[in-house]
């Protein structure tokens, strides 16, 4: 009876409901082709970019990091690709964006030895972006299906819990691989299931 009162008490009309003005959510401008596609990074949210092996996930988001580096304090972890790819690719970044001192790169290969450190950087307030790139590759070595699900799931997870709770809600871009029968779809046709090691989180 409580709940129920509770509730209409804060039940309104839909003429009253529409008075009610929020301030838009801006993306976050990336100053790169994304912000045609979508307006910027949402704010205080999880990105997913997903795409076929080689279609320039990695690549895409370390531009999109870099780039937003320039207005934000930017976290960037490497779970793919080898430090001298990515030194290589910053070094060609700086020429168009300058040396960016708010960008801060670090290179994991295990997330299963860094869970902690990875959600440590979710929940701290020293970053307003993090990005995880290649996440799935790094959950593939020496472990079984069942234990690949099961870290995939804590670290989404913790990455979800991170931007409910934390009051300096981070913004989150996450890389994942889309499955390997999923590559030939067109982009309206594809879902959440057809993400490398979907864990049922839409």
Not at 122 to 151: A, C, N, P
């Amino acid at each position: 009876k409580e709940a129920l009162n509770s509730l209409l008490e804060n039940t309104v009309q839909t003429s009253e409901f529409l008075k009610e003005e929020y301030p838009d959510d801006e993306g976050l401008l990336t100053h790169t082709e994304f912000d045609k596609l979508s307006g910027g990074i949402p704010k205080n949210a999880l990105t997913i970019i997903a795409g076929a092996t080689g279609n320039g996930k990695s690549l895409s988001s370390l531009m999109v990091s870099y780039a937003l580096a320039c207005n934000y304090t930017v976290l960037y972890i490497s779970c793919e690709n080898r430090r001298k790819t990515d030194n290589s690719r910053l070094k060609d970044l700086t020429k168009l964006f300058g040396v960016q001192e708010t960008f801060f790169y670090v290179n994991i290969r295990s997330v299963k030895d860094k869970m902690n450190a990875i959600q440590g950087a979710l929940l701290s307030t020293g970053f307003d972006i993090i990005v995880l790139d290649g996440v799935q590759f790094i959950m593939k070595s020496g472990e079984t299906g069942g234990q690949m699900l099961s870290i995939g799931e804590t670290l989404v997870k913790g990455i979800l819990e991170a931007i409910n709770t934390n009051d300096n809600k981070p913004t989150v871009l996450l890389s994942w691989q889309l499955r390997r029968e999923a590559a030939k779809k067109k982009l309206d046709d594809l879902s959440t299931d057809d993400i490398a090691m979907s864990i049922g989180i839409g």
